[in-house]
């Protein structure tokens, strides 16, 4: 697999600063179209190569470099400074030029946060799905099947019962929806009903007619990395390099998506902290998340209460993590994410308004 070859190239940018203004020209770049500038690129291999490339002197090295990992720098380079295309849902578009948050909405019974606080009740669910979107959720991510460790698979006639209801509700009251969930069927049911996004952890690996489902429809697809997803998402057998493993396998399954009928500008990236990994697996991925914006999508994390926090912090419950996830959302959008995914919609909103104001304040104030 070319994915896997020792001297294949990857790109991540480093030395971020507040601001391209008193720097000499090229000196920083704009990282995809964002609100972040990073002055220089760490260059790694499989073979041991580690390397710090300031920007400026990029093209000059990328000019010495063999052709084929010529291209490849290229490519990787094109990618990761290209703004990234909005997003049409529903009514509302969905820019990527700052940090958005996608609000976590269940109705199951067996969520490993807060299952069981809408089951039944797609008024009150729906009702607590606007209460986000005026706190400022940009989206509202609704799931009806769990996927937490151990988590039974729900048949999908249970799941469509459970989301349609509040997909409709929202979507009447003008919330951008996206349907979390691995099933054909299920993404079938809650796009009629007015969902605008599919959120997957399974990649549209898990059932075989997920693609065709989502390229029939035109809409944007959250693809999310888990080792193995046709066996469920928390299966795998360990990484050899996390960082890397993980941008191979969303590498390559982005370009099978694509050739499967979806524009790629309507899919987003999702490293998938917590799905079949280790806690140094996930610390891993969140500092080196900026590899990602490599594969010229939006990028997606998704850490709000899990394990992460409570291995950090004495086991606290799953109820006690607020702390915790806000502290992995902004060190997301420190490093580029455009979308963080989060249970705690004010406190995480307000945290990136501050992150936003204190990067205004820096781009001007020189």
Same mark, same amino acid.
Not at 57 to 79: E, G, K, M, N, Y
Not at 86 to 106: C, H, K, Y
Not at 273 to 288: E, H, R, T, Y
């Given at each position: 697999?070319?994915?896997?070859?020792?001297?294949?190239? &990857?790109?991540?940018?480093?030395?971020?600063?507040?601001?391209?203004?008193?720097?000499?020209?090229?000196?920083?770049?704009?990282?995809?179209?964002? +609100?972040?500038?990073?002055?220089? &690129?760490?260059?790694?291999?499989?073979?041991?190569?580690?390397?710090?490339?300031?920007?400026?002197?990029?093209?000059?090295?990328?000019?010495?470099?063999?052709?084929?990992?010529?291209?490849? #720098?290229?490519?990787?380079?094109?990618?990761?400074?290209?703004?990234?295309?909005?997003?049409?849902?529903?009514?509302?578009?969905?820019?990527?030029? =700052?940090?958005?948050?996608?609000?976590?909405?269940?109705?199951?019974?067996?969520?490993?946060?807060?299952?069981?606080?809408?089951?039944?009740?797609?008024?009150?669910? #729906?009702?607590?799905?606007?209460? !986000?979107?005026?706190?400022?959720?940009?989206?509202?991510?609704?799931?009806?099947?769990?996927?937490?460790?151990?988590?039974?698979?729900?048949?999908?006639?249970?799941?469509?019962?459970?989301?349609?209801?509040?997909?409709?509700?929202?979507?009447?009251?003008?919330?951008?929806?996206?349907?979390?969930?691995?099933?054909?069927?299920? +993404?079938?049911?809650?796009?009629?009903?007015?969902?605008?996004?599919?959120?997957?952890?399974?990649?549209?690996? &898990?059932?075989?007619?997920?693609?065709?489902?989502?390229?029939?429809?035109?809409?944007?697809?959250?693809? !999310?990395?888990?080792?193995?997803?046709?066996?469920?998402?928390?299966?795998?057998?360990? &990484?050899?390099?996390?960082?890397?493993?993980?941008?191979?396998?969303?590498?390559?399954?982005?370009?099978?998506?694509? $050739?499967?009928?979806?524009?790629?500008?309507?899919?987003?990236?999702?490293?998938?902290?917590?799905?079949?990994?280790?806690?140094?697996?996930?610390?891993?991925?969140?500092?080196?998340?900026?590899?990602?914006?490599?594969?010229?999508?939006?990028?997606?994390?998704?850490?709000?209460?899990?394990?992460?926090?409570?291995?950090?912090?004495?086991?606290?419950?799953?109820?006690?993590?607020?702390?915790?996830?806000?502290?992995?959302?902004?060190?997301?959008?420190?490093?580029?994410? =455009?979308?963080?995914?989060?249970?705690?919609? $004010?406190?995480?909103? =307000?945290?990136?308004?501050?992150?936003?104001?204190?990067?205004?304040?820096?781009?001007?104030?020189?």
């Amino acid at each position: 697999m070319a994915a896997r070859d020792a001297t294949l190239m &990857y790109l991540r940018p480093v030395r971020f600063v507040d601001t391209p203004v008193g720097l000499a020209d090229g000196g920083a770049l704009r990282l995809a179209g964002g +609100m972040l500038w990073f002055a220089a &690129y760490e260059v790694t291999d499989r073979a041991g190569l580690r390397m710090t490339v300031p920007v400026e002197r990029f093209d000059d090295w990328v000019a010495t470099s063999p052709p084929d990992r010529a291209d490849r #720098a290229r490519q990787l380079h094109r990618r990761i400074t290209a703004p990234r295309p909005s997003l049409t849902v529903g009514e509302r578009v969905l820019r990527f030029d =700052q940090p958005q948050v996608m609000a976590i909405l269940n109705v199951t019974p067996d969520s490993f946060s807060d299952g069981g606080a809408h089951v039944g009740d797609p008024a009150g669910a #729906a009702a607590a799905g606007v209460a !986000m979107a005026a706190a400022g959720a940009a989206l509202i991510d609704l799931g009806g099947e769990s996927t937490r460790p151990g988590a039974a698979t729900v048949w999908e006639g249970d799941e469509i019962a459970r989301v349609v209801p509040v997909v409709e509700r929202l979507a009447a009251a003008g919330v951008a929806v996206s349907v979390d969930t691995r099933k054909a069927a299920v +993404m079938e049911a809650a796009l009629a009903a007015g969902a605008h996004v599919v959120n997957d952890v399974a990649a549209l690996a &898990y059932d075989p007619r997920a693609l065709g489902v989502v390229a029939a429809s035109g809409c944007p697809v959250v693809l !999310m990395h888990s080792p193995a997803p046709a066996q469920g998402p928390h299966a795998g057998d360990g &990484y050899g390099d996390p960082l890397l493993d993980v941008f191979d396998w969303l590498e390559a399954r982005v370009e099978t998506v694509v $050739a499967g009928g979806v524009d790629r500008a309507k899919i987003v990236v999702d490293p998938g902290i917590g799905f079949g990994k280790a806690l140094s697996d996930n610390l891993a991925l969140v500092n080196g998340l900026a590899l990602f914006h490599g594969l010229g999508c939006p990028v997606s994390l998704g850490a709000s209460r899990k394990r992460i926090i409570g291995a950090l912090s004495n086991e606290a419950p799953a109820d006690q993590r607020l702390g915790g996830s806000v502290a992995l959302a902004l060190a997301g959008v420190d490093r580029g994410a =455009q979308i963080v995914r989060v249970h705690d919609v $004010a406190e995480t909103v =307000q945290a990136i308004r501050v992150w936003r104001g204190l990067r205004d304040a820096a781009l001007v104030a020189r």
